[in-house]
T-cell receptor
Framework: GAVVSQHPSRVICKSGTSVKIECRSLDFQATTMFWYRQFPKKSLMLMATSNEGSKATYEQGVEKDKFLINHASLTLSTLTVTSAHPEDSSFYIC????????????FGPGTRLTVL | QKEVEQDPGPLSVPEGAIVSLNCTYSNSAFQYFMWYRQYSRKGPELLMYTYSSGNKEDGRFTAQVDKSSKYISLFIRDSQPSDSATYLCAMSAVSGYSTLTFGKGTMLLVSP
């Protein structure tokens, strides 16, 4: 159990375009989903926390107009990188926290974004 | 001082060795402690979850928490080449409501 999927696993786009990444909890309901960014050989950097049905809470330094997060249901959250630039190239990972209120987060497999 | 300190490694051991991975932290409010394993270009996978101080064992893995020293450990017995990965410690203060604070991760290499 506790499987989180992400789609796509890899995406290459041109500078200036927008990219949407989906995060789904497959076998549990996730009241909270998190979006992280990870640079090579670095730890996870939390970008934002999203609760179902409400606006996401962004970490300091993360542009909310650039990284749009929607958490429309208890099993789906999306991250849209708008007007992508090469510096947005990174590994984006989502996680989901189950509605059973433990702090365990289950991570998706990640999405590798490359902006040309 | 960073909230969570973790030696990045790499830690290289021969197959069959006992591996000890550690994190120290400064926030005494942390009560929930986790270890994640991350293979290259994959998302982290939860290995162990513990609450407060004490030990927890799951197969070849043992997690230890010493809140008085603000020190947590993950032991891997009979290490295998398939254990080669980056191990991230994570912790939080309030169950169900707070975000996780991660260490930078320790890269482990187990040679056959």
């Amino acid at each position: 159990g506790a499987v989180v999927s992400q789609h796509p696993s890899r995406v290459i786009c041109k500078s200036g375009t927008s990219v949407k990444i989906e995060c789904r909890s497959l076998d549990f309901q996730a009241t909270t989903m998190f979006w992280y960014r990870q640079f090579p050989k670095k730890s996870l950097m939390l970008m934002a926390t999203s609760n179902e049905g409400s606006k996401a809470t962004y970490e300091q330094g993360v542009e909310k107009d650039k990284f749009l997060i929607n958490h429309a249901s208890l099993t789906l959250s999306t991250l849209t990188v708008t007007s992508a630039h090469p510096e947005d190239s990174s590994f984006y990972i989502c996680s989901a926290r189950a509605a059973d209120s433990t702090d365990t987060q289950y991570f998706g497999p990640g999405t590798r974004l490359t902006v040309l | 001082q960073k909230e969570v300190e973790q030696d990045p490694g790499p830690l290289s051991v021969p197959e069959g060795a006992i591996v000890s991975l550690n994190c120290t932290y400064s926030n005494s409010a942390f009560q929930y402690f986790m270890w994640y394993r991350q293979y290259s270009r994959k998302g982290p996978e939860l290995l162990m979850y513990t609450y407060s101080s004490g030990n927890k064992e799951d197969g070849r893995f043992t997690a230890q928490v010493d809140k008085s020293s603000k020190y947590i450990s993950l032991f891997i017995r009979d290490s295998q080449p398939s254990d080669s990965a980056t191990y991230l410690c994570a912790m939080s203060a309030v169950s169900g409501y707070s975000t996780l604070t991660f260490g930078k991760g320790t890269m482990l290499l187990v040679s056959p």
